[in-house]
């Protein structure tokens, strides 16, 4: 059991790094500093897109319009510790006294 919370801990360190470089290249993006017109820059980041839209697409489901701002990925952080912090809490259970 204590190799599938460390898987877990793992795949929410990836979703997490994944959700970061979302949110640095969208803003290297909007300020003109990366072109998706280049291929890789264009294939990383419809690839970061299609992997993270269908979450953002539920969280802004539930988020108020609030007027061009994203909060979407935000709250898939603070969504990812609070999953981290239950785990965490409940690691005996994984390990088994």
Known sequence: MQ?????????????WFFIIAHVIMSWLINFQVLNIRQPLVGQIWYGI?????????K??????????????PLVALVGIMII??????NAGFFYGF
């Open 3 to 15: 190799s599938l919370f460390q898987i877990l801990m793992l795949l929410l360190d990836i979703v």
């Open 59 to 72: 969280i802004r489901q539930v988020l108020p319009p609030m007027g061009g701002l994203d909060l979407a």
């Open 84 to 89: 981290r912090i239950v785990l965490q809490n």
């Open 49 to 57: 897109n299609r992997v993270l839209e269908p979450a953002y697409s």
